[in-house]
């Protein structure tokens, strides 16, 4: 009787402890696998400063793109402040946190490559795979390093990043303006009478000739530059051809499918990403996915032309 009421405590106590975990601590939730781990004290000190430890601290899931001590120090070079300022800059604060997050686990087998990937912030970035290695464009258009992935929290999931992420600044006619290349392409929009719908909501996409593609095209047209800029009706309608109404990123164009622009009339893509419009002509897409806070830039060699 004694050695059955033993092994009946004893197989009582196992199942108690299982029930329990075993005894072991918990598994450690995003803020504290952060705070146990030295490379990310700024970030840490970040989070604390725009009162986001407890979102991050609960239930989520959450995927959370932590930028090291290091990123920390060249975003304050870069910004030309000292931590204490940027700590003490709460809206700027919370914003750039919160685009380091996004509102669902996602390990990198299933980071959508080449996909805008809205944050809780609300900007995207994009995520693309060079020379092997995961690269994040920001809404600046500047190139970020994954250099670790899929570090386990009970809430969700961290990845390592080599510099702090900052969302878009620009709209895309500002973002036009900032780009000698451009300079026509402006000019024309401003003739055009675009530039409010152009810097509004949107989302746009944009196939923006260079000024090359526009030199090219006066001596196409045997017109001058001030008679294309006077010609408002002609300037709108080819301006237009040149927009479509949704962000589309490089790796969403539909290729060989007629797109529909905002002019009304439609052009094509190639799988050697050059476009051929309603005349026949073919224009070259050059860089991709220039990012604004309002949409996308691609830049192209000719302009293109509705008929």
Not at 183 to 193: D, F, H, P, R, W
């Amino acid at each position: 009787m004694i050695t059955w009421i033993k092994r009946l405590f004893a197989v009582s106590m196992v199942s108690l402890v299982a029930a329990c975990g075993g005894g072991s601590d918990p598994e450690p939730n995003i803020v504290e696998v952060a705070q146990a781990d030295p490379r990310f004290s700024i970030l840490v000190e970040a989070v604390v400063a725009a009162d986001l430890q407890g979102t991050l601290s609960g239930a989520g899931p959450f995927t959370v793109f932590a930028p090291t001590n290091d990123a920390f120090a060249a975003l304050l070079g870069e910004l030309g402040v000292s931590k204490a300022q940027l700590l003490a800059n709460k809206p700027l604060l919370t914003a750039v946190l919160t685009y380091h997050v996004l509102p669902a686990k996602v390990e990198q087998a299933s980071v959508p490559v080449g996909k805008p990937i809205t944050t809780v912030q609300g900007g995207i970035f994009k995520v693309e795979s060079v020379n092997g290695a995961l690269t994040i464009t920001d809404g600046r258009n500047r190139a970020t390093r994954i250099s670790a992935t899929n570090v386990k929290a009970t809430n969700g999931v961290i990845h390592v990043v080599d510099r702090v992420l900052l969302p878009a600044n620009k709209d895309i006619v500002q973002t036009a303006m900032a780009t000698a290349d451009f300079s026509i392409l402006v000019e024309a929009v401003t003739a055009a009478g675009l530039g409010n719908t152009l810097s509004g909501t949107g989302p746009f996409t944009v196939f923006a000739p260079t000024n090359a593609a526009f030199a090219a095209l006066l001596t196409e047209l045997g017109v001058s530059k001030a008679q294309l800029l006077a010609d408002r009706a002609l300037l709108t309608k080819v301006l237009t051809y040149h927009v479509l109404p949704a962000r589309v990123l490089k790796a969403d164009v539909p290729v060989g499918a007629a797109i529909t622009t905002v002019q009304g009339q439609t052009f094509s893509v190639d799988s050697s990403l050059s476009i051929t419009d309603a005349n026949g002509r073919r224009a070259k897409i050059g860089a991709t996915d220039v990012l604004a806070t309002n949409g996308v830039i691609h830049v192209i060699d000719r302009v293109i032309l509705p008929k």
